[in-house]
């Protein structure tokens, strides 16, 4: 037991596996989870291509992520000796000057090993001047942060692209019915089709639902109106007779329901503009969601509950893999890169959370080691002290991870 929690202590510490560690390997273990891995890829991507399309997009974005510490830390100055791409057993690896690449069995998340996180962190005495803890606090700071700046700038770059080519969603001027007429309502017997196009009512010029709404409504029912639409290009005129609403019948009703938003395609300038606010957005509802997602209460409800709350059920790659192949098949690939700049946010923000293990819990020591040297005498915190909470949010993520995967299961979010 206490082999196992040193292993852990110094993982921890170490912010990854350690040299001897990554060099174990069980070539047998290796070769079935991968086999495995391959499996479940493959039937993903037979099944819905649009789910294996966003989890490969994850696997980018998480490489991406560990290429924004590993490039950062080099150019500080700093020691790697490795950048694996997976967790668990080692698939393969080559060695590319001094740093250890490769590939791990399970496509669960990726590291960077840069030496000498903290002071539980032992290295070779010739390395110590290139270890992260002798470097400057805003070379800390850029190092660290470099993973959850990456996921932002994702997002941003996915939110612009999406919204200069394909649009962002918003109001476009323009009311298409939605769906078929009520039966026997004026709009059936007038021949209202899904997606026909309103221009008018009498003389007003109709844009939004609310607008339709309101002239409609301002007349009586069995008074007759002259309704403009566009329909294959050909713009109609044609008068029709109110009808009485079944809910009040004493308000005018035309029996079709409509809608204005869509994609609107912006230029350039404005694709930046929303992209940065809605990065700035998604950041602002992620913080929020933090206390939903990590609330014990909350994930305990969602499990036994016998109908999950969508906006409050913990989740993992398989349920973001199904909502993602759902959204693919209704949006296409806008819909995907939006879901993915989206999580791109969320993972970026709850990887800054003031805790070991996660970038924000380094963040918080480098802070603290900070503002408590003085007179240039350098202080060290002592980060054995930090590993039982450094536990405890681990277990919570283990709780977290395996929870979401029976929900998953038996709660298919596609």
């Not at 174990?24 to 993903?44: D, E, M």
């Not at 007349?219 to 403009?228: A, I, N, R, T, Y």
């Amino acid at each position: 037991m206490s082999s196992f929690y040193n292993k852990f202590r110094d993982e921890i510490a170490a912010g990854g596996a350690t040299d001897e560690q990554s060099r174990k390997n069980n070539s047998r273990f290796t070769a079935v989870t991968g086999l495995v891995v391959l499996g479940l890829l493959t039937w993903l991507g037979v099944s819905n291509p649009w789910s294996l399309a966003f989890v490969a997009g994850l696997i980018v974005s998480v490489f991406l992520h560990e290429f924004g510490h590993f490039y950062t830390a080099k150019r500080s100055g700093m020691k790697v000796t490795q950048f694996y791409m997976g967790m668990g057993p080692r698939i393969f690896s080559f060695q590319r000057g001094e740093v250890e690449c490769g590939l791990r069995a399970l496509p669960i998340g990726a590291f960077v090993r840069i030496v000498g996180m903290n002071n539980l962190d032992h290295c070779d005495p010739q390395d110590e001047p290139r270890t992260y803890r002798q470097q400057s606090y805003p070379k800390r700071m850029l190092v660290i942060t470099a993973g959850s700046l990456m996921h932002a700038l994702i997002a941003l770059l996915l939110f612009v692209g999406v919204y200069a080519s394909a649009g962002r969603f918003g109001d476009t001027g323009k009311l298409l019915v939605f769906g078929e007429p009520v039966a026997n309502s004026p709009a059936e017997k007038l021949g209202l089709r899904d997606g026909d196009q309103i221009l008018s009512v009498d003389a007003t010029q109709i844009d939004h639902r609310l607008g339709l709404i309101e002239a409609i409504t301002a007349h009586k029912p069995g008074e007759s109106v002259e309704l403009k639409y566009i329909r294959d290009g050909i713009v109609y005129t044609e008068q029709v007779v109110l009808g009485a609403n079944p809910a009040n019948a004493a308000a005018a009703f035309l029996g079709v329901a409509s809608d204005s938003y869509g994609y609107v395609r912006q230029d350039p300038i404005d694709a930046v503009r929303f992209g940065v606010l809605d990065v700035g957005q998604t950041a602002r509802d992620s913080v929020a969601g933090l206390f939903v997602v990590l609330n014990p209460k909350n994930i305990f409800s969602n499990v036994i509950a016998e109908q999950p709350d969508m906006m409050t059920r913990p989740t993992t790659v398989v349920g973001a893999s199904q909502f993602g192949g759902r959204i693919g098949r209704s949006e296409g690939l806008k819909g995907v890169l939006m879901l993915l700049a989206s999580v791109n946010v969320f993972v970026g923000v709850f990887n800054m959370l003031p805790l070991l293990p996660f970038d924000g819990g380094h963040v918080a020591i480098a802070t603290y080691e900070r503002l408590r040297s003085r007179r240039g005498k350098v202080y060290r915190a002592d980060v054995g002290k930090m590993i039982p909470v450094a536990t405890t949010v681990v277990v919570l993520l283990v709780t977290l991870m395996f929870a979401g995967l029976y929900l998953d299961i038996t709660s298919p979010l596609g």
